[in-house]
């Protein structure tokens, strides 16, 4: 399961969770095995203790040779001088491999997201995504360490005292096959009733989470109309809500320690009673330290059966986020590349052949009948009114989306047959809001380009007319930008877009509303910078100002999907169509 290929990607189709962790722990199954081997040892004075404790009393009550008591206390304390280097050695191996796990399914996720075609990402959303590798595999690794921790000491403890049962006190061992199992469902099903009101008292909590964001959202509202009192007295009334609840669940979980408690212990000293009176009238060959011992395992096998099947919720909440996450693993809309031939050089001839495009449920297709040729060097803007098919033309342009008729041709060659990876290192996007990360302005620019020398940057830059700004930051390109760029304005970080398209060279280049969202001084400098941008290059340009697209060799108005008219600025208002029309309503 190595980590560039991406873990499950070809083996996980929906199959039972338990399956999918086995096979996420597949690379480590000696450390795991080495890890149950080193707990087991180490958890031996849990259940040897009991037996241990039985001779010392019957050394004393029998008076038998004082180095039969010498001999189990040194036992004992070895094996208690061994818990620390064993417990190390169980993190290490146990621990060592949820983690590794975890890693190696977020690895999965994220190759699996890359993969993933842009049509599904826009029907889930990012949140959903980043929670299913956060929170999720976090789920994961919590779940299968509480029960490897939890689940190996309760059988652990289980495995010793039934076998110590079974050689020491025979006779007892179908009375415990009983009595724990019975105790610990018991007790469980005490825990069941409270599952209700634990629910409850959630939700609640939910509720009061959800008013405190509301609260703090409107904190503007609030105050710029003197509500502060109005906005506290709904925020009171649901703290007193989740007090009222909380106060009542704690009465509840407090009843039900008291119960189990008493249950356990009233359990334990029958069977004190009843091991003693069958030692006292010699019933059977039970010694005075064997009482001890089997009052000593009820309630330490007790205990361990309840542990396993307290487990349940911990275990099912984590085959939840197995499920969770293999809705991401086996999702089935993959941008499929491998064994297409690579593009090596891309001259920009693009050739639409009755492309048609129809997204997923909708009940008319976006892009129907689109014929275009556009050549090497040209420059095409499309125009139209909202949900004309602009978009899903350049995302089409783009390779994000594969026609579902028609051909889209790259140079003469079916894009359905090329490597679109390939291809795209020949072309560039600069959408309608720059996309930056929180690094420095150097390493944005170059992104995915590590040997680019710093003059090269700078040409870059100023080209883009922002070196003007970069040079006055107090680091120059070593500037931190700010997540998402947040210490540029708008203007400044389209500039640093159009630099790190113009330092791709690319033969291709998309504008997706480049400019729409800047005040009129940055909207000029951005247009200057794509000036520089397009020269000997073919371009997709969607613009929502008229104005903007004036320079373009062909304007193709989209209406409903389709090609209303073709020509440049000039030809298109004389013609008086739809462009003149678009451009009047502007205008006005």
């Not at 009843?274 to 011992?293: I, K």
């Amino acid at each position: 399961m190595a980590l560039p290929e991406g873990p499950l990607s070809h083996r996980y189709r929906g199959e039972h969770p338990v399956r999918t962790l086995l096979y996420l722990f597949h690379p480590d199954r000696r450390r795991v095995l080495l890890a149950v081997l080193a707990y087991f040892a180490k958890h031996t004075p849990v259940w040897l203790l009991p037996l241990i404790t039985a001779n010392i009393i019957d050394v004393v009550v029998q008076h038998r040779p004082i180095s039969v008591l010498w001999w189990n206390a040194a036992v004992l304390l070895v094996i208690l001088l061994l818990n620390l280097p064993l417990h190390l050695l169980y993190v290490r191996w146990m621990h060592g491999s949820i983690r590794r796990t975890g890693t190696r399914l977020r690895s999965a996720l994220c190759h699996r997201m890359q993969q993933l075609s842009i049509g599904y990402h826009s029907r889930v959303s990012a949140g959903v995504l980043q929670a299913k590798v956060v929170r999720d595999v976090e789920g994961i690794e919590n779940a299968t360490q509480q029960t490897a921790d939890m689940g190996l000491g309760a059988i652990a403890t289980l495995t010793g005292g039934v076998l110590v049962l079974a050689v020491q006190a025979p006779v007892f061992l179908p009375v415990f096959l009983v009595i724990v199992p019975a105790s610990a469902l018991l007790v469980v099903r005490l825990r069941e009733r409270l599952r209700s009101d634990n629910e409850s008292f959630r939700v609640q909590v939910e509720q009061l989470s959800s008013r405190i964001n509301e609260m703090t959202t409107l904190i503007p509202i609030t105050r710029a109309h003197g509500l502060e009192r109005t906005a506290l007295r709904r925020v009171d009334r649901t703290l007193g809500t989740v007090l009222s609840a909380g106060l009542r669940l704690d009465l509840l979980n407090g009843r039900f320690g008291a119960l189990t408690w008493i249950l356990l212990n009233a359990i334990g000293v029958s069977c004190l009673a009843g091991s003693a009176l069958v030692a006292y009238y010699g019933w059977m060959n039970v010694s005075a330290g064997q009482v001890v011992m089997l009052s000593a395992y009820f309630s330490t096998l007790t205990g361990s059966v309840t542990s396993l099947m307290s487990l349940t919720p911990v275990i099912g909440k984590g085959l939840a986020s197995v499920r969770s996450a293999g809705e991401v693993l086996q999702a089935p809309d993959l941008e499929v590349n491998s064994g297409k031939a690579e593009v090596g050089q891309v001259r920009g001839r693009v050739d639409f052949r009755g492309v048609g495009y129809r997204y997923e449920g909708a009940d008319r297709p976006s892009v129907g009948g689109f014929d275009l040729t556009v050549r090497p060097g040209e420059t095409v803007a499309l125009v139209g009114g909202s949900g004309a098919g602009k978009s899903t033309v350049l995302n089409l342009v783009i390779g994000f989306l594969r026609p579902t008729e028609g051909r889209i041709l790259l140079d003469g060659q079916d894009m359905e047959s090329l490597d679109l990876r390939s291809y795209r290192k020949f072309l560039s996007v600069v959408p309608q809001e720059s996309i930056l990360f929180e690094g420095t302005v150097r390493e944005n620019v170059t992104y995915g380009m590590p040997a680019v020398t710093e003059e090269t940057v700078r040409t870059a830059l100023r080209d883009a007319n922002a070196l003007e700004f970069i040079d006055r930051l107090p680091q120059g390109l070593d500037t931190v930008v700010g997540e998402r760029g947040a210490r540029l304005s708008g203007g400044q970080k389209q500039r640093l877009a159009i630099a790190r398209a113009l330092i791709r060279d690319p033969r291709v280049l998309v504008l997706d509303e480049a400019t729409s969202a800047l005040d009129s001084r940055s909207e000029a400098l951005v247009q200057q910078a794509l000036g520089r941008l397009v020269r000997g290059r073919t371009v997709f340009v969607v613009a929502h100002r008229l104005s903007t697209i004036k320079g373009a060799d062909r304007i193709v108005v989209m209406d409903e999907g389709r090609i209303a008219e073709i020509g440049s600025h000039a030809e298109l208002l004389r013609s008086g169509g739809a462009y003149a029309g678009l451009q009047a309503a502007q205008l006005a």
